[in-house]
């Protein structure tokens, strides 16, 4: 569960300070949103199109957006009460404003729809990405139950897998089309949830949808994947302009992506890894993204293994309901002692393991082995370190 899982209660109402959000002042945020105004003009937007830098338009309208509209966001939560308050299995120690998903989806809706990069495929990302948004602001103002919000996830994963965006891992055949339907599936929402987890520290989750979205970028820039490209450039400029307020040198984050943003970005992320085109063999076709996503699958299968072994999950049921701080960056604080190197290990980690898996797109079988050797002994390397916190 991320950091949104206190709702808003009763008490004194949390106003940004005086003089500026976040050491912003108000005319910095009105700038930034004058000049994506200034960008999103027509004759402004060919000219960058036609110049053939249309992923880096997406990435600076994107970004320009989201820092502008981040502290409209912590105004909005703060006067209507949407904090994530704190508690036993909270990290941070005082009440901080929720909804920061808004601003990263407002961000990503605008720069995507003023170019025009519509499709099937596109419009029903676009649309579960929506629906995910919607509850998530449910879930951070007033609270939605576990089976409200999986119901919610599987349909955005049939509108998706509906227009055509599922995994082709196995023959065609009956039996390999519910194969490929169910890997998608759990594909969608294990990424969704995983993101979800890791917003339990300052930036992680924004810091790692900006990781994982700049590995997709560079996969969609190698092999012409115009689509992809934009996709990528757009989740990264959102996320750029949102962490100033949620990853800060000195001081708690002004503002948490909440389920709003973190259920979007890990639902988007992982729609494009399942569009985006990978290789031409089945075993690369699984082998990149999965280095890629590395970070959320390993976090995902290990708290799972962990929960059923010891008996603290005996159902589906209490599955999708259980919170703990039994996750990763939970285990490497405790080891570490320190939130903040914390977060960037994850981070290297992360970018470790995209880069292994940029080069295993190319790589002769030999040095396929050889990646994913390295890749296999990373993950011994944190299992150890996992398990030195968790003692």
């Known amino acids: 569960m991320s950091q949104s899982g206190s709702r808003a209660a009763i008490g004194p109402p949390a106003v940004p300070a005086q003089g500026g959000i976040a050491r912003y002042p108000l005319w910095i945020s009105l700038l930034s949103l004058g000049l994506a105004g200034a960008l999103l003009l027509p004759g402004v937007r060919t000219t960058w199109h036609m110049s053939g830098a249309r992923w880096l338009y997406i990435l600076v309208v994107s970004g320009l957006i989201s820092f502008g509209f981040t502290p409209l966001v912590i105004r909005i939560a703060s006067l209507l009460q949407v904090l994530d308050f704190p508690a036993s299995r909270k990290v941070h120690t005082e009440p901080t404003p929720l909804l920061g998903g808004l601003a990263i989806y407002t961000a990503f809706g605008i720069s995507i729809l003023a170019n025009s990069i519509l499709d099937q495929q596109v419009m029903a990302i676009m649309a579960g990405g929506t629906l995910l948004v919607l509850i998530g602001i449910v879930d951070d103002a007033r609270g939605a139950p576990a089976w409200l919000k999986l119901v919610t996830q599987l349909l955005a994963a049939a509108g998706v897998m509906g227009s055509g965006v599922v995994l082709t891992l196995f023959p065609r055949s009956v039996a390999g089309n519910v194969a490929d339907a169910a890997l998608t599936?759990?594909?969608?929402?294990?990424?969704t949830n995983a993101m979800n987890f890791f917003d339990g520290m300052d930036g992680l989750a924004t810091g790692l949808s900006i990781i994982t979205g700049g590995f997709l970028g560079l996969v969609a820039a190698q092999t012409f994947q115009p689509f992809l490209g934009w996709f990528a450039a757009a989740i990264v400029g959102s996320c750029l302009g949102f962490l100033p307020f949620n990853l800060r040198a000195t001081r708690p984050a002004a503002i948490f992506l909440g389920d709003t943003g973190s259920t979007f970005?890990?639902?988007?992320?992982?729609?494009?890894?399942?569009?985006?085109?990978?290789?031409?063999?089945?075993v690369m076709d699984i082998a990149a993204p999965v280095l890629i996503f590395w970070i959320f699958i390993f976090d995902m299968t290990h708290i799972t293994v962990t929960r059923i072994v010891t008996g603290k999950v005996r159902t589906f049921r209490e599955w999708i309901a259980y919170v703990g701080k039994d996750h990763l960056h939970h285990r490497l604080e405790t080891l570490l002692r320190s939130r903040r190197k914390t977060v960037f290990l994850i981070f290297a980690l992360c970018i470790s393991m995209g880069l292994a898996g940029m080069a295993l797109r190319n790589a002769r079988p030999l040095d396929a082995g050889i990646l994913i050797l390295q890749a296999a002994i990373i993950v011994v390397i944190v299992s150890i370190l996992e398990r030195a916190g968790r003692q």
Not at 266 to 280: N, P, T
């Open 265 to 282: 970005l890990g639902f988007v992320l992982a729609a494009l890894a399942i569009k985006g085109e990978w290789a031409e063999s089945s």
């Open 185 to 191: 599936i759990l594909w969608l929402l294990g990424i």
